[in-house]
Structure formats: C-alpha cells, structure tokens
C-alpha cells in the first residue's frame, strides 16, 4: 500500500541543524512531487516547500528561504527536509505529505501523508 | 502571498446537523483549493480538492463548492467521527497557504 514512513522525534538546541527523513512505498517514487508541512504545538498548518523528485527541483515557502533545504534520494525513495539554524520557534510537527496527481496534473492536494516527526528545539 | 481567513473558527454542532464552513482567498484562485480534516494527534486527511471533487473513499456527506475567492465545506448530517479540525488549502500560487483552521465540536 503506498505509505510515507517518517525519521523519528528530534530535540535539538537552538542554533542546530536537524535533517527528517521521509520513505516512500507503494508507487513510484518519481512520478509525485512532495510536499512539506509543519504544525506548531496547538497551531495550524504551515507549508514550508515542496520538491519534485524525478529531477529534484524544489520551491521553498519565502519565510524558510535561506534556512531549509530539501533533497531526494531516488535509489531509497526517500525524501529529506534539513532546516537549519533552528530556534525555539521551529519546535513543531513535520509532515511530508504526497502531491495529489490527476490526469497528469499536480497541485490538487495532499493525498497521502507521513505520521509526522516532532522537532523540539530547547536549549 | 494569497491569504485565507475561515470562518467560524469554531463551532459548537450536534450529531444529524448540517455545518457549513467557509473559507474565503485574498485574491481569486479558481478552483485551486483542497480541504482537510484533522483530528489530534493525526496527520491530516484530505477530503476534497478542486474545490468540489470529493477524494476518494470519503463519505458523501462532505461535500464542497465555490471558485474565485468564496468556499464552502459542507457536511451534511455531522457525525461522531466528524468532530475534528478542518482546514482549507489554496494551490493555486506558492507559497500553498492554509487557512487557519475551523474547530467543530460537539455540543
């Protein structure tokens, strides 16, 4: 079944870098862009960019510009989201999340997710 | 950046009840929007896209209308499992802003 399996929990301080990990399975890595969200503790959602794997393009929210990189590794179906400088502000939920394709077309929605990877930045 | 405002950003409903939910854009974006709901602790689920078309294996109840800068999310008669947070999602230029969410709960 197609699923996204993410790293798991970070606690970094502020200043640090952190890198999660997304693992794709089920379909064909290539073919759908990915995107990339975050949820603050009790806060709403926030997407941060999106790549697309086949050749591994990427548009980053303007906010992250300069702090986040996002990479692709096409032999292990994985995806990676490097945010860099963190401070205590970036303590959330990270999510990848599959672009939704439809006849051949992008940018319908996020139609699987992973289970999400808790950053906790404290000093 | 397109902006998104919802409204209400919560509501209190009982099981049977029709709730309708909307969501307006900045500027227009066809009908470049998604719908999700989330429940805590849980990724969120994407119920609608296209502003209208219902994702697959979701329930007839929700259902979905609007284009330009006006949006409803609509469900029908509200069930014990719909009590959740609902968003909505414009993908229609980055960066794919999400409104800021809309409560429902029980009464």
């Known amino acids: 079944q197609v699923q996204l399996v993410q790293s798991g929990a970070e606690v970094k301080k502020p200043g640090a870098s952190v890198k999660v990990s997304c693992k794709a399975s089920?379909?064909?890595?290539?073919?759908?862009?990915m995107h990339w969200v975050r949820q603050a503790p009790g806060q709403g959602l926030e997407w941060m960019g999106i790549i697309k794997p086949s050749g591994g393009s990427t548009s980053y929210a303007q906010k992250f510009q300069g702090r986040v990189t996002m990479t692709r590794d096409t032999s292990t179906n994985t995806v990676y989201l490097e945010l860099s400088s963190l401070r205590s502000e970036d303590t959330a939920v990270y999510y990848c999340a599959r672009d939704l394709l439809i006849g051949g077309n992008y940018y319908y929605g996020m139609d699987v997710w992973g289970q999400g990877t808790t950053v906790t930045v404290s000093s | 950046d397109i902006q998104l405002t919802q409204s209400p950003s919560f509501l209190s409903a009982s099981v049977g009840d029709r709730v309708t939910i909307t969501c307006r854009a900045s500027q227009g974006i066809s009908s470049y929007l998604a719908w999700y709901q989330q429940k805590p602790g849980k990724a969120p689920k994407l119920l609608i896209y296209?502003?209208?078309t219902l994702q697959s294996g979701v329930p007839s109840r929700f259902s979905g209308s609007g284009s330009g800068t006006e949006f409803t999310l609509t469900i029908s008669s509200l069930q014990p499992e719909d009590f959740a947070t609902y968003y909505c999602q414009q993908l229609k230029s980055y960066p794919f802003t999400f409104g800021p969410g809309t409560k429902v709960d029980i009464k």
């Open positions: 296209a502003a209208s």
């Open positions: 089920g379909y064909t890595f290539t073919t759908y862009y």
